[in-house]
């Protein structure tokens, strides 16, 4: 008997997948890679428990779109890394998911090739290979956590991931969280609200038991034993921004009644800029200022940044795609970044070694 009239309805076809362990076997961890990734992770793990007094900084493109323009843009930001290591920690921001509201680009896994065509095999061999590169220069890369199965074929390599705020609320990402094997950084909620994601926290921080896939490729049950080292990121929501100092009080307060640790890490684009790339720097600005007094429990920032400044709209044409500019949120440019991050590292430089005593 054929259940074609009541199974899989809606789909037109299944298209198998190369497995996390084939990839991986295409692809391997070097030991340049190894090396970045572990010390890495120790870092941020030791800036998270206020062993290491300094901030660490997610930045880099909204997406990755194009891998040439990413290894540019690499390339610049380790020397820049290099220069401003006693008083930042420099992460490579390395998006290749894209989640929509509605319809749009997915990102460079999804749609590596811009046409809707959908190769994601071809998008995973771009994406691992691209966090093989960075990694090997030396620097560490993050992520946002979007589709619960990449992480199998890519994590490996990731240094510190993001849960959006889009995210934040389902158990499937909380779970999948509690068992990443790096620190987490939960976004507020879109309007705003830090509930959504103090609820997070707790639960990415126990065990957990779900349905997912091991390296093999199989469907399995994986048993997590829940990640230590998941914080809060603010990005200002619907009601505003909310990385000033009264809003970034009440967050450590909202985390001393639940508990948790007083961790906080601040998103200078999304809201908290109203969408304005133009006022990241001014967003830096201020946490600069905010450490500068006194502020012990602002641990990490997250900047957009590219090597040109803005964005640009998708074509049918490829080919007029303004180089190194972002095709979805848009970014300072290079220079920006550059001198915004020289500005804060000195600022900030002198009270370094007397945070989180």
């Known amino acids: ?6 199974d899989n309805v809606n789909v037109e076809s299944a298209e198998i997948l190369i497995t996390p362990e084939q990839l991986k076997a295409e692809l391997p961890l070097t030991q340049a890679a190894i090396d970045t990734v572990t010390e890495s992770r120790e870092i941020i793990r030791n800036i998270l428990e206020g062993k290491d007094k300094r901030v660490f900084v997610v930045v880099g493109p909204c997406s990755i779109h194009d891998t040439t323009a990413a290894i540019d843009y690499a390339k610049r930001l380790k020397v820049l890394a290099d220069e401003l290591k006693d008083s930042l920690y420099l992460v490579m921001r390395v998006y290749f998911e894209k989640p929509r509201t509605t319809v749009g680009w997915k990102g460079l896994i999804n749609d590596p090739y811009l046409n809707d065509t959908f190769k994601i095999q071809d998008g995973l061999h771009l994406g691992r290979k691209l966090l093989l590169d960075v990694t090997e ?17 890519m994590q490996d390599l990731i240094s510190w991931s993001a849960i959006g705020a889009r995210t934040t609320e389902s158990q499937t990402h909380r779970e999948m969280s509690s068992g990443l094997s790096c620190a987490v950084g939960f976004k507020n909620g879109t309007d705003g609200g830090l509930d959504v994601a103090t609820n997070a926290l707790k639960s990415a921080s126990q065990p957990h038991r779900f349905l997912g896939i ?54 200078c684009s999304h809201a908290n800029s109203s969408k304005d ?3 990241q720097p001014l967003v830096l600005e201020n946490i600069a200022n905010q450490i500068v007094e006194g502020n012990e429990s602002i641990v990490g920032i997250m900047v957009e940044s590219n090597i040109g400044a803005g964005n640009q709209a998708l074509n049918a044409d490829l080919d007029l795609l303004e180089y190194g500019v972002s095709v979805t949120d848009a970014c300072i440019d290079w220079a920006t970044t550059e001198q915004s991050l020289r500005d804060m590292a000195a600022k900030i430089s002198p009270v370094i070694g007397n945070r989180r005593n």
Do not use: F, W
Request: aromatic content about 4%.
């Open 137 to 153: 220069m030396g620097l560490p890369t993050s992520t946002e956590a979007l589709d619960p199965i990449s992480p199998q074929y």
């Open 1 to 6: 008997m054929s259940n074609a009239a009541v």
């Open 214 to 267: 091991n390296e093999s490729g199989q469907v399995a049950v994986i048993h997590t034993k829940g990640n230590p080292y998941s914080h809060i990121v603010l990005r200002g929501g619907s009601n505003g921004p909310n990385y000033d100092s009264v809003h970034v009080r009440l967050c450590e307060e909202a985390l001393e009644k639940n508990k948790l640790p007083s961790n906080i890490m601040i998103d």
């Open 277 to 279: 790339h133009n006022i």
